[in-house]
């Protein structure tokens, strides 16, 4: 009876040895995926398996700030890099950057990329306080700096993007430009008809405004058309170069949506351009991967 039960205990632990081999492959990689959303040392993503399946890629640009160097000294490393990616992108430039730099605007037209108007000043397309104080609590700023940015009314809002359209054209000469980005992004616009009354009124046709959010267990907010505007939300920012989230972009492509990314010129060194390099080279060699400008992106899905 012993020996029966001597079998039967070491029986037991084989069987828990193998549970245990069987779950540690299963769940492994789920939870490097995990790891690698909220930017823990993920390491190893973009060795892994190859996709046939298109990952469509966005690469958009704002070109906000007139003091900063910066910009007109990335601006073109910037196109070289994406001249090597075979990439064309969308640069959401401001009406006073294309005022004092028109040159610049010029580069990156001529260069075949996409431009989208970002506001004249680059203040916040925001009608309302209570708006005032999410986008203040998620800057961590006072309620009063941040109404203080902003444009308070539609007209002003309208007319800003009247004076941010007609430097450029100034700029590039008359051309359609129609896409736009908002100085800061929330969730909530989502659902302000002023912000999109403003933007429809004006013959904006793409708004890339709103950001995903996966921070929790949120589901992925798809490309929508909202006041007879096509939404097309933001993947990641800037920081996807630092904290590497690189498992949003796994989540995207099983949701067969596109990866629109968005970075600032003005924080860019060659530092960043190197990183941006590196993150694009990874793209590529996992995902078979189409450059699309977010226009051409919004005409797809839409
Ligand atoms: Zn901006």
Not at 31 to 47: K, N, R, V, W
Not at 150 to 177: H, M, P
Not at 215 to 229: D, L, N, P, Q
Not at 231 to 259: C, F
Request: one cysteine or more; a negative charge; proline letters at 4%.
């Amino acid at each position: 009876m012993n020996t029966m039960k001597g079998i039967v205990v070491k029986l037991a632990i084989v069987l828990l040895i193998l549970v245990s081999i069987i779950s540690f492959i299963v769940f492994i990689p789920a939870y490097t995926e995990f790891a690698d959303i909220t930017g823990l040392p993920g390491s190893g993503f973009f060795t892994g398996p190859y996709h046939d399946r298109e990952l469509r890629v966005s690469l958009s640009f704002d070109i906000e700030d007139l003091d900063d160097e910066n910009e007109t000294i990335s601006v073109p490393l910037i196109l070289e890099l994406l001249d090597k990616h075979k990439a064309k992108g969308t640069f959401f430039i401001t009406g006073k950057v294309a005022e004092k730099n028109p040159d610049l605007v010029r580069k990156i037209h001529s260069a075949g990329h996409e431009l989208g108007l970002h506001t004249h000043e680059h203040l916040f397309p925001l009608f309302n306080k209570s708006d005032a104080a999410l986008v203040a609590s998620a800057n961590s700023k006072s309620v009063e700096s941040i109404w203080t940015m902003s444009y308070r009314n539609q007209t002003a809002f309208y007319n800003s993007l009247k004076a941010n359209r007609e430097a450029l054209i100034k700029a590039v000469g008359d051309i359609n430009i129609s896409i736009f980005r908002s100085p800061c992004l929330i969730p909530r616009w989502a659902e302000s008809p002023e912000y999109f009354g403003a933007l429809n009124q004006f013959g904006i046709s793409v708004d890339s405004s709103y950001i995903q959010d996966f921070s929790y267990a949120s589901t992925v907010r798809t490309i929508t058309e909202k006041y007879g505007i096509t939404e097309v939300p933001v993947t990641k920012s800037d920081d996807i170069l630092e904290i590497k989230h690189w498992g949003v972009i796994s989540k995207m492509h099983e949701a067969g949506q596109p990866i629109v990314l968005f970075f600032h010129p003005k924080k860019f060194e060659q530092r960043e351009i190197g990183k941006l390099d590196e993150l694009l080279s990874g793209i590529e060699n996992r995902y078979k991967t189409v450059y699309l400008t977010i226009g051409d992106t919004a005409n797809i899905y839409s």
